[in-house]
């Protein structure tokens, strides 16, 4: 099986009962394993609340969710927790590294969540830093490295997990040019050599460039969404 | 991980953290030195009662008690026989006690009349150490009294006065005999000194009747563990006479010592309660501080109870680096003012003597209280978590990570 998300009829409303505000309206989206596709739209078209839903960050008013034929929407929230840790890899947009841990230790901490052995762990920090490029930056807490290199460990500390797919809330916007050109090369080689499914919402018109399937949405809804292209691993 | 994430936050805002630790620091220090005074005057008043006032065990005529008549008393020499078997006993005062009046020209009060052999009473409560002035009763002059310096202020006497001391005799007459003060005696309890004059058992036998009987046998034993053994051996041996226990004679000093530990848990619980609002207080604020860190770890996949874990490993090292502070400096004042001694009498006067408590109090660390404590700071680091803990629950990933 092939499709990682099969989102149907998805509909957020907030204020249901007084001002109603539809922040997602009836979305259907299906995403398979392999895409690296983008999530466009101006500001407060819904973007970020729709991967939030997509992710089990926030639950939909309608519609259903199969993230790897799984409804998440039926999930109890512990489950749906432990869910999100085994299927799904979060980068934000404001980094949200834990302060205190090394580079090392964000990207660990999450394979501990999941009780991996420590042999384990350690090799898979090692490739995920090595495939980030910030081998040498292994003990360097969060404070000691640039916006783009705190990004990278956050892509690193997403992929820990190995999950189904990764999202990826706007991971370019904090970024210079620069920072932002390495980290797209980084998600677009991991997507391409290792098949990872990427979903992130952006404004940046490079990284919209580098999409091979852009999906916008305005007011809560697709408008446009251009042929899902593969992967070509 | 989670106690290495709690670790470092907790450094996070390092004077913060160590406002916190001295804090709890403080109220170890004062709780603990509080308890060690007072259980120093505890063992102060324990030791006054037993060393100095009414020995381990008392034994007297079951009648000889309510009715405080000559009449009934007991074999001296008996009773002397009896106690020399007993290795326990380390030394014991036979008496003839009598109550009656003291008469001067200033004035008379009710008194009792203690008939002591000198050497005896020494030994059993180690009277010559308390006579201020003067001499003590050894002495080979008939009709000698020692009387306390707070009787001797009140009715305005002198060392070589004479005093006469009316009682009753065994047939219930009344009788009366001049005693010159030979000493001046001051002991730690005022009330008692007060009631106390002392006299050789000769001299009062002769006036009342009782030459080769006593009215009261005092004991004091090698250690206070023999008190029960002892104890029960008296009741076996003298099943007909009235055996009482330092507890039982003395009931306001065995409350004030079983009462120990109840005002220290109350006293460290007040402490760590006021403790708990300063930690509860400090983990809020470290908790809503980092409410987009932690909507980060629930996004993630921390579940509730590892994000309840980690804010109680927090509070819980907050709470628990201050107090071994606090108890090193607790033990470390004890050790020194235990050595020294702390001068309440300067503070309170005579007040502390009033209620039978000696002037200077030497603190003892109870160390099963410092356990009791030390489990105590658990308790309350662990009950002081659940409040920012809980409102790290409520958090909503997607609400926080926004914030």
């Known amino acids: 099986m092939n499709t990682v998300i099969d989102a149907h009829n998805i509909s957020k409303v907030y204020n249901p009962k007084t001002i109603p ?10 995403l398979e394993r392999g895409e690296f596709t983008a999530l466009v739209g101006p500001s407060g078209s819904g973007k970020t609340t729709l991967l ?51 580079a090392r230790e964000n990207v660990e901490f999450i394979m501990l969540l999941q009780k991996r052995h420590k042999k384990e762990r350690e090799q898979r920090v090692r490739e995920l830093m090595e495939a980030v490029g910030l081998s040498d930056k292994l003990d360097s807490r969060p404070a000691q490295l640039s916006g783009g290199q705190q990004q990278r460990v956050a892509v690193a500390r997403a992929l820990a997990s190995k999950p189904q797919f990764v999202l990826a809330d706007e991971p370019t916007a904090n970024l210079d040019s620069h920072s932002a050109s390495t980290l797209l090369d980084i998600m677009e080689r991991l997507n391409r050599e290792e098949g990872i499914t990427f979903l992130f919402s952006t404004h940046d018109q490079r990284v919209i460039e580098r999409a091979r399937r852009v999906i916008t949405l305005v007011d809560g809804r697709i408008a446009e969404d251009s042929a899902p292209t593969p992967t070509a691993h | 991980m989670l106690f290495i994430i709690a670790w470092r936050n907790l450094w996070r805002n390092r004077s913060r953290s160590l406002i916190i630790a001295t804090s709890v620091a403080l109220g170890m220090w004062a709780g603990t030195f509080i308890m060690a005074i007072y259980y120093g005057m505890g063992n102060d008043r324990l030791r006054i009662a037993i060393d ?11 009648r000889f008690a309510d009715d405080q008549e000559a009449k009934y008393s007991m074999s001296l020499d008996s009773m002397d026989a009896l106690l020399r078997q007993q290795p326990d006993i380390k030394a014991f005062s036979l008496r003839s006690v009598s109550t009656g009046m003291v008469a001067t020209t200033s004035g008379s009060q009710g008194i009792q009349v203690n008939g002591v052999d000198p050497a005896a009473e020494q030994a059993t409560r180690g009277m010559a150490g308390f006579v201020t002035e003067g ?13 306390s310096t707070k009787l001797a202020d009140k009715l305005n006497l002198e060392i070589g006065n004479k005093i006469i001391l009316t009682l009753l005799d065994t047939a219930s007459n009344i009788t009366s005999g001049a005693f010159r003060i030979c000493g001046l005696y001051h002991t730690s309890n005022a009330p008692l000194d007060e009631l106390n004059v002392f006299v050789r058992k000769a001299d009062l036998d002769r006036l009342i009747g009782t030459a080769g009987r006593i009215h009261e046998a005092a004991i004091l034993l090698q250690h206070d563990d023999a008190l029960e053994a002892v104890y029960n051996w ?88 201050g107090a071994p502070v606090g108890l ?42 410092v356990v009791q404590t030390t489990i105590l700071v658990l308790i309350t680091a662990l009950i002081a978590a659940v409040f920012p803990a809980v409102k790290a629950l409520r958090l909503k990933p997607v609400e926080a990570i926004r914030t």
């Open chain 1, 21 to 30: 505000v539809h922040a997602v309206n009836n979305v259907h989206l299906h």
């Open chain 2, 135 to 147: 001499d003590y009763l050894d002495t080979d002059k008939r009709n000698r009294v020692l009387v």
């Open chain 2, 328 to 369: 090193f400096a607790a033990w470390a004042t004890v050790a020194w003012l235990g050595k020294t001694g702390i001068d309440l009498g300067s503070l309170m006067g005579e007040s502390l003597r009033d209620f039978g408590y000696a002037a200077i109090t030497y603190p003892i660390l109870p160390w099963h209280n």
């Open chain 2, 52 to 62: 100095n006032e009414v020995s381990h065990i008392q034994v007297h005529h079951p």
């Open chain 1, 52 to 102: 939030n839903i997509i992710g089990g960050l926030d639950a939909p008013t309608e519609g259903v969710i199969m993230v790897n034929g799984v409804d998440i929407t039926r999930m109890r929230p512990n489950d749906l927790i432990n869910f999100r840790l085994n299927n799904i890899g979060f980068v934000f947009q404001a980094f949200n590294l834990i302060p205190v841990l090394t």
């Open chain 2, 234 to 321: 008296l009741k076996e041996k003298l099943p007909g006479l009235r055996i009482e226990r330092w507890q039982d004679i003395s009931p306001e000093t065995a409350l004030v010592i079983s009462s120990m530990d109840t005002y220290s848990l109350i006293f460290i619980i007040i402490i760590l309660l006021a403790l708990s609002f300063g930690i509860i207080n400090t983990m809020l604020m470290a908790v809503l501080e980092r409410t987009r860190e932690i909507g980060m770890l629930m996004a993630v996949g921390m579940d509730r109870l590892r994000v309840f874990s980690m804010v109680v490993w927090e509070t819980m090292m907050l709470s628990i680096i």
